[in-house]
Nanobody, 122 residues
Framework: HVQLVESGGGSVQAGGSLRLSCAAS????????MGWFRQAAGKQREWVSS???????RYGDSVKGRFTVSKDNAKNTLYLQMNSLKPEDTAMYYC??????????????????WGQGTQVTV
């Protein structure tokens, strides 16, 4: 069983930055795809970004060029650097792990463990 704990959320003015972290149990970061999703109030959960075990990254269109995903295998931690934040980025942000090291990117059924989320308010 994989445990994921997000942190780093908070309130920030438009144009500001935040860095989210997701601490994982075991050696998750080096074995599985890891991703970030978000869910705004009254909306469906939306894929934000993912990183595969070989370091390949992809982003949703709404965050491309503003957000950067990365991971530290030694610390077993996933990060999301969010710059140029907009009010529409306001949401609960969740990290998740995939079932393999190759990412299915936006396809949510491919992610089998989820954290509890951290709130970002812009």
């Amino acid at each position: 069983h994989v445990q994921l704990v997000e942190s780093g959320g908070g309130s920030v003015q438009a144009g500001g930055s935040l860095r989210l972290s997701c601490a994982a149990s075991g050696d998750t970061a080096s074995r599985y795809c890891m991703g970030w999703f978000r869910q705004a109030a009254g909306k469906q959960r939306e894929w934000v970004s993912s990183i595969s075990t070989d370091g390949t990254t992809r982003y949703g269109d709404s965050v491309k060029g503003r957000f950067t995903v990365s991971k530290d295998n030694a610390k077993n931690t996933l990060y999301l650097q969010m710059n140029s934040l907009k009010p529409e980025d306001t949401a609960m942000y969740y990290c998740a792990t995939g079932r393999t090291g190759v990412c299915a990117w936006y396809w949510q059924p491919a992610y089998n463990y989820w954290g509890q989320g951290t709130q970002v308010t812009v």
